[in-house]
């Protein structure tokens, strides 16, 4: 095979290795985030606690993977997501120290 029809066959490719590897680093990532997230929220735990530490939790998580995402892909989605995601984190955690 020639240099030229290797590369050729490459460019066709439809799987982007970069964008694989981004997407397997941003999971490492938001596995991190979401036990960092748990660990605070089972130490502020009360006894009957509403679902909002979990809800934060996996908010963080996600939000944390979309972000890392934009940082290395630069595509909008990502950030737009992780934003809302971010948001959706906060209003969790203040609902969660309000007691609901």
Same mark, same amino acid.
């Given at each position: $095979?020639k240099?030229? !029809?290797i590369?050729? +066959?490459?460019?066709?490719? %439809?799987? !982007?290795? $970069?964008? *694989?590897?981004v @997407?397997?680093r941003?999971?490492v990532?938001?596995?991190?985030? /979401?036990a ?5 929220? &089972?130490?502020m @735990?009360g006894? !009957?606690? =509403?679902? $909002? !530490?979990? *809800?934060? #939790?996996?908010?963080f %998580? #996600?939000? &944390?993977?979309c972000?890392?995402?934009f940082? @290395?892909?630069? +595509? =909008?989605?990502?950030l737009?997501?992780?934003? &809302?995601?971010?948001a /959706? #984190?906060?209003?969790?955690t &203040? @609902?969660?120290?309000?007691g609901?």
């Open positions: $095979m240099k030229e !029809d590369l050729k +066959k490459a460019q066709e490719e %439809s799987s !982007d290795e $970069m964008e *694989t590897f @997407r397997d941003s999971a990532w938001m596995a991190l985030a /979401m960092i997230a748990a660990g605070f929220f &089972v130490c @735990r006894k !009957d606690a =509403p679902i $909002m !530490d979990l *809800t934060a #939790t996996v908010c %998580s #996600t939000a &944390v993977c972000i890392y995402r940082f @290395r892909l630069k +595509k =909008p989605y990502y737009i997501m992780g934003l &809302v995601l971010a /959706m #984190t906060v209003f969790a &203040v @609902r969660f120290f309000q609901h």
